[in-house]
């Protein structure tokens, strides 16, 4: 039986990790839950799964949850703040701990998991676009074993050869591993979300409600944003190059409307390994989960006498410039990278609350990133110092776009 950690349960992930998790009662136990404001829906959770633990980043939340819980619940330990949450992400009673809370306050709590050697089931891509080289130092160094969830990065992974399988989960990968396994590139796929095809004279007055209307995909607000502008994947460009230790230009993004195809891996012989499915996280997750086994889904095979087509295209600058912005800031480096993923969470969540139209979200992320990215981020501190005055900056942009 094996003991999990879900950071971030209440979320979209989080909830299909459940899901998975619930299909196989005999594997994994639930030690512990968290979220950050969401009373009601971690009382649920509470119920059917019965926790050990549960941390509550926000303080109230917590006071709220211990009241609300029933008497046959009280049991569960109910515990608030940022320490806590690093706290259970390492506990000593956890071996495999998923990381799915959104945005940086992720990356805390997946290093501690990280540092406690745990398998660390890697859904929180910003923890690598904030502190790549550190954080896969440390992966090296705790013998903690990370596996990929993004659905991308999850097909990449399965479509490498079991060897470098392994040294990718442990980072025992040195720059010339994917040459030497006669790898030439690692070709990320992208729907292109909802704008793919609407007028750019209409993008000023696209609203949250449209950009978060994911023709495939169920998420989380601000990755479906992220989606709407392909900033997501501009944090998945980055998350791959730090993840694969795959060069700059060795990284492709294709436009695949379709969402079948859920990323390739080219080889020197001419061959293009690709991993395919129905566009639902359930696969990764559980493909994370059970590795190097696999085990079932609920999710419905592909049916492919009822596939009409599969489409390709590159990614239009214009139409995306976050996309570009993205790999611009991986050129530069860590300092780039994680002033380019605060400034960006500033604009998303200022987007969501109808304070920066969608074509300002990609310009206040330009202003920041042409402060900030010669920058240098050597350690942790020097991060998150970066992320904070990013942070500020964004703000004071924003104030000046949002005029
Ligand atoms: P979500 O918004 O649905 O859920 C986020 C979770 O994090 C919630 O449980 C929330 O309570 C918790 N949280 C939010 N802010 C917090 C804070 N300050 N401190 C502690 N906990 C906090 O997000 P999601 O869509 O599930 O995405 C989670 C992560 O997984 C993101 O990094 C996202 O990029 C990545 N991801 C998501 C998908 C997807 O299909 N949803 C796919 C690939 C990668
Ligand atoms: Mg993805």
Redesign the pocket.
Known sequence: MQQLVIL???????LSTLKVVSEHSERYQVLAL?????VAGMLELCNRFQPKYVVM?NVEAAAELRQRLPSHLKGIEVLSGQAA?AEIAGHGDADIVMA????A??LLPTLAAVRAGKTVLL????ALIMAGSLFMQEVRHSGARLLP???EHNAIFQCLPASLQQAVSRHQLQTDSLSSHSISKLMLTASGGPFLQRPLHEFATITPAEAIAHPN?D?????SVDSATMMNKGLEFIEAHWLFQCPVDAIEVVIHPQSVIHSMVQYTDGSVIAQLGQPD?CTPIAYALAYPERISTSVPALDFSRMSELSFSGADKKRFPNLYLAIEACRYGQAATTALNAANEVAVAAFLQHRLAFNDIARLNEQVLEKMATNSAKDLEHILAIDEQARQLAQQQLGALSK
């Open positions: 971030g349960a209440t979320g979209s992930i989080g968290t979220a950050d404001t969401n980043a949450l799915a809370i959104v945005g306050a992720g859904a929180n891509k910003e969830v993004d659905s995909w998420m989380g607000q601000k990755i996280m």
